[in-house]
């Protein structure tokens, strides 16, 4: 742990370099002129260069402005007011098919201000990139809805390929780190029900590591998810975005990170990426992710 007075200096193996390629710059380049925001921008997520020189992309539906304030997360909370661009998944499916890629997660903002909290969008955009591209693999990386049932198999009916929906944190520290209208038990349940109303479609969630849990509680939620047979979680160093969000309490080592590596692996998941720099959308994984299904298809299954 960080003492009081210990400075949160980031360790080397933390460290990343600045966005370099030509394909980055590119794709920077046409979201700017769409005006689609990515999450890889507004979350600053260290690995936007990997991703996107390498085919994958995050793409943040429905603007800028989350109704929740998780105090963890960097991006703008307020009141949308119902605003939304009804042209976005005709957007979103032009600019992947200038982006060359063949894996592409979309997520959002909460937007608790829409009547179905912004699914029935979600749903449509996933059908739209599904009927322009069928072969592209598409991950949803979801709000929890306040667990709401009828939009979450909303979203499921749209076919994505992956469903994430993140628990982010321990039991414990959830009322800390996240906003008050979410919780643990509710994103657990979110995953459980996909995999019931849908066993074929995978599911997917990131743990932030860092913020003060206990290896007996991340041990736990590991059991939790396994509980309610969640397919792939990833480990990832919470890194405090501004001055006004939660601070680091504790900088895991890479050989932390393998541990609960291998950890997770003996207990059944299909896949776990576990690293300081590794986000809920990690190329990595997505690749993983790509094969195996890739491999179910070409068997029927």
């Known amino acids: ?44 997520c260290p690995n936007m260069a ?3 020189n390498g085919g994958t992309a995050t793409f943040m539906l429905m603007g800028e402005v989350c109704t929740r ?20 998944p005709e957007k979103v499916g032009y600019a992947i098919s200038q982006m060359g890629l063949d894996y592409v997660v979309l997520t959002s903002v909460d937007r608790d201000d829409l009547p179905d909290e ?11 990139i599904k009927k322009n591209r069928p072969d592209l693999l598409v991950e949803v990386l979801t709000p929890d809805f306040k667990g709401n049932q009828e939009f979450i198999s909303k979203i499921v009916d749209s076919r994505p390929d992956v469903f994430a929906h993140n628990v982010e944190t321990v039991e414990r520290l959830q009322k800390r780190v996240r906003d008050p209208r979410a919780n643990y038990r509710q994103s657990l349940d979110v995953l459980q029900f996909v995999k ?14 860092g913020l003060g849990e206990t290896d007996e509680e ?29 601070k680091v309490e504790e900088f895991i080592t890479p ?12 207990m059944g998941f299909l896949y776990v990426a576990s690293g300081a720099l590794v986000r809920s959308s990690y190329r990595a994984g997505e690749f993983f992710i790509k094969g195996v299904i890739d491999r ?6």
């Not at 179910?296 to 299954?301: A, E, F, I, P, Y």
């Open 69 to 88: 304030g998780c105090r963890f997360c960097s991006v703008k909370t307020g009141n949308p007011k119902g605003v939304i661009d009804n042209e976005e």
């Open 1 to 44: 742990m960080l003492s009081s007075g210990q400075k949160s200096l980031k360790p080397e193996w933390i460290k990343v370099r600045a966005p370099v390629g030509e394909k980055y710059f590119e794709i920077k380049d046409l979201l700017k002129s769409l005006k689609l925001p990515t999450v890889c921008q507004e979350a600053r």
């Open 218 to 246: 991340i041990l736990q939620c590991l059991k939790d998810l396994r509980a309610v047979d969640c397919d792939v979680v990833t480990f990832g160093q919470y890194l405090q975005p501004t001055k006004t969000k939660l």
């Open 118 to 128: 912004g699914s029935g969008h979600f749903a449509r955009t996933v059908e739209t």
């Open 50 to 52: 990997e991703c996107w």
């Open 196 to 209: 019931t109303y849908d066993p074929t479609r995978f599911t997917k969630t990131s743990i932030m590591l």
């Open 255 to 266: 050989e932390k990170f393998n541990y609960w590596q291998v950890t997770a692996e003996n």
């Open 296 to 301: 179910r298809n070409q068997h029927g299954k």
